[in-house]
């Protein structure tokens, strides 16, 4: 919980405080204490995102209930999200910042506290295993956001970056695309050890080490690791009389597609990357002859 320090000066109160003043007039210590905290600082937002796209089946366990989740579905503080084989997860979060995650991973959101005017952050993630891409807006003010592993913690505050954690081997990989992440052993407690990542760079810890000093990354593996966490497009086909066309788009997820065919059949393919690279959404095309 945050603390707050409410100051007293003997100037005349500001406009924004003349209702707090009244309620300390008429009300207790207490009421007064809510007022000024209330017209002082902006509330906060009451989700911490919302699902901005997926392939395969992605989870949440929220107040001890798992459920597979849909496009536009909220995620809040204390949810716990599993990514399955061949599934991926695109978060769009209430500052503004995006969270990718791939494959296998698992990842609790710890807090995610962010006022409605945009001016504050507080974020926290536990990656259980697998990997996260987070691409971290900027914040007018000074702002936390964090992503822990088992053995490692990593911070920014805008950037585009990777952490990656592996139950089996205790490691915890940091790479940065753009940016720059502070990053040091779990336990660290006073930053000893800790090391800052430039872009194209990257750092990992096993067990109870140390980071390691940062390496320069190609772009080829950088590119690895898009391709982890990057929601692939899928062929999805509208189906109507053979002896029309057929109305063809590369799209997310069968979700997607079934709500853009309408109530016509309809045909999806999970990923399709050279069919999508032929074609641009909603392009028309001929249907095959039977022959």
Known sequence: MRQHQIGFSKARPIARNRTASAACRVGAGIACLIALLTLSHPALASDAGQVLTY???CYVTSDGKRVKLSMGDAVHAGDVLEIPTDSK??????DGSVLALGANSKMTIASYDVTTDGAHRDVKLNLDSGIVRAVVSKMSQQS???VSTA?????????DWFVEYQQATTLTDVSVLD???AFSGAGSTDGRGAVLIPPMSGSDIVGKQQPTAPQPRSQAYFAALIDRTDVRLGLCECLGNPSVTIKASCLDNVEVCKANCATAPYSFVPNAPESCLRMTPGTAVLPTTAK
């Open 151 to 159: 053995t490692g913690v990593a911070a920014a505050r805008s950037t």
């Open 89 to 94: 997860l695109k978060l769009q979060m209430a």
């Open 55 to 57: 392939n395969g089946e």
């Open 144 to 146: 936390t956001f964090e």
């Open 179 to 181: 940016g720059t992440v």
